[in-house]
Nanobody, 118 residues
Framework: QVQLIESGGGLAQAGGSLRLSCAAS????????MGWYRRAPGKQRDLVAT???????NYADSVKGRFTISRDNAKNTVYLQMNSLKPEDTTVYFC????????????WGQGTQVTVSS
């Protein structure tokens, strides 16, 4: 079983930065594809960024050039560095882990609120 604990959310001004962290337990971090998703009120969760065990990354068009996902396998942690924040980035961010190929086993964190003021 994998447990994901997020931290680092909070309040930032437009143009500012925040860094989210997600620590994974379970001893299999190295084989997990890690990702961040976000969900606006009343909407489904949307992909923000993912990073594979080999370090390949993928980003939503809305965050390309502003957000960077990275992983530290020694610390079992994935990060999301968010720069040039915009008010429309305000929502709850969720850490995600996928094990294996489709139909993969999937895990979710509890979510962390990010609020960007204009």
């Amino acid at each position: 079983q994998v447990q994901l604990i997020e931290s680092g959310g909070g309040l930032a001004q437009a143009g500012g930065s925040l860094r989210l962290s997600c620590a994974a337990s379970g001893g299999i971090f190295n084989i997990l594809t890690m990702g961040w998703y976000r969900r606006a009120p009343g909407k489904q969760r949307d992909l923000v960024a993912t990073v594979t065990p080999g370090g390949s990354t993928n980003y939503a068009d809305s965050v390309k050039g502003r957000f960077t996902i990275s992983r530290d396998n020694a610390k079992n942690t994935v990060y999301l560095q968010m720069n040039s924040l915009k008010p429309e980035d305000t929502t709850v961010y969720f850490c995600n882990a996928k094990r294996g190929l489709f139909p993969y086993t999937e895990y979710w964190g509890q979510g962390t609120q990010v609020t960007v003021s204009s």
